[in-house]
């Protein structure tokens, strides 16, 4: 499958954003998906988590409360809605595919596919 990231851009703190990821492919929901941020000089971290039919989904504690993943099977999309950001917020964003099952997959070596990165800058 192939990833496309979408949606970056420069915001405010305390404004929002919402990314997507176009998934090529008849089998896009095969695939549990998930976002993941790098920032300048740092590893890449895990965001969130959505499973196959998204009934399941998990965040880093740094977003939770803030940030929705959600997806679209019918698009073969996945979005992630960013709420109240903050400059610690300023990273790539990568989606990410994976055929693991059975609990959300948090490490980026538990990922399969990956989309080329769209830049978030949030400024103070």
């Known amino acids: 499958v192939q990833l496309q990231a979408s949606g970056g851009g420069l915001v405010q703190a305390g404004g929002s954003l919402t990314l997507s990821c176009a998934a090529s492919?008849?089998?896009?929901?095969?695939?549990?998906m998930g976002w993941f941020r790098q920032a300048p000089g740092k590893e890449r971290e895990f965001v969130a988590s959505?499973?196959?039919?998204?009934?399941?989904?998990y965040y880093a504690d740094s977003v939770k409360g803030r940030f929705t993943i959600s997806r679209d099977n019918a698009k073969n999309t996945v979005y992630l809605r960013m709420n109240n950001l903050t400059p610690e917020d300023t990273a790539v964003y990568y989606c990410?595919?994976?055929?693991?099952?059975?609990?959300?997959?948090?490490?980026?070596?538990?990922?399969?596919?990956w989309g080329q990165g769209t830049q978030v800058t949030v400024s103070s």
């Open positions: 959505i499973s196959w039919n998204g009934g399941s989904t």
């Open positions: 990410a595919a994976t055929v693991l099952s059975g609990g959300p997959a948090i490490r980026p070596y538990e990922y399969d596919y």
């Open positions: 492919g008849r089998t896009f929901s095969s695939y549990a």
